[in-house]
């Protein structure tokens, strides 16, 4: 049976070079969605290219709490850098997260999104996966709820390997889990992925033998594949995932990704391709 992969681009805003390779596959039918970072200096410029809604890709919004500068004026009061991750679990956890402001920093980033587009979102994830943390998860799916329509929601609950595996139970043990039980617990229903792949260290330099691991663990019912193309630009200087960014985006663009799939009886999702 010929399984239905959602193939998302993040980070769409980080850079001038991101952005032109995540313009370039979406344009080729190589993504299903792409998700942006609302607050990246790139997005101001890049993101009104997708004011015109292209076909079979959806645009979401990549909420942001560990990297750069918040939009919010209340969340900059308590935080005028945004911390790292790390950081951000542990507050989260001891329930030491300005949730107020952050509710304030959602709203920011989301009209952000709008103003460049002109439109909302067709969905909500988070940079880093922080849309999954205590508190933050609560504020997410309520804003999710008050919408209209409602944005699916990307579930960080069910995350698929091969490999990464302590990077993966981390995913869940964070949020993830808990995050997919509120999801199906949500009125009005929210659409969302049934399993999440692509999660590995950015440093294994064989991105199609990945590919290729996670296509084999796509369950019948689909998934989410997320993962993140870019190229070099100047832009971009002091980007962590450079190098994995530029393996990807090759691999992504050339005929050995389209073999692939075929090979594994997979076709990419027009869209979010969300089930509930």
Request: proline share 7%; hydrophobic share 45%.
């Amino acid at each position: 049976m010929t399984r239905v992969v959602t193939l998302c681009a993040d980070d769409y805003g980080t850079s001038r070079g991101v952005d032109a390779a995540i313009d370039e596959l979406a344009r080729r039918g190589r993504l299903s969605a792409l998700s942006c970072l609302t607050n990246a200096p790139a997005w101001p410029t890049d993101g009104p290219r997708w004011a015109v809604p292209q076909a079979g890709v959806a645009v979401g919004l990549h909420f942001n709490l560990t990297e750069g500068r918040p939009l919010s004026d209340s969340l900059r009061a308590r935080l005028p850098s945004l911390p790292t991750l790390p950081s951000c679990i542990v507050a989260a956890h001891l329930g030491r997260l300005p949730l107020a402001a952050i509710a304030d920093e959602l709203a920011a980033q989301w009209a952000a999104f709008v103003a460049a587009t002109g439109r909302a979102p067709d969905f909500v994830d988070g940079h880093q996966h922080v849309h999954h943390l205590p508190g933050v998860r609560g504020i997410v799916l309520d804003w999710a709820q008050r919408q209209r329509p409602v944005p699916a929601l990307r579930s960080t609950g069910r995350v698929l390997g091969p490999g990464a595996l302590v990077k993966r139970l981390a995913i869940e043990w964070t949020g993830g889990c808990s995050l997919a039980r509120a999801i199906a617990r949500a009125s009005p229903p929210i659409a969302r992925n049934s399993a999440l792949l692509g999660v590995y260290d950015f440093v294994d330099p064989n991105y199609r033998r990945l590919m290729r691991g996670w296509l084999a663990r796509l369950p019948l019912a689909g998934g989410l594949i997320f993962c993140h193309p870019g190229q070099r630009s100047a832009d971009g200087a002091g980007d962590a995932i450079a190098a994995a960014r530029e393996r990807e985006y090759a691999y992504l663009g050339s005929d050995d990704f389209a073999a692939d799939l075929e090979a594994a009886d997979v076709t990419l999702a027009r869209g979010f391709g969300a089930s509930i």
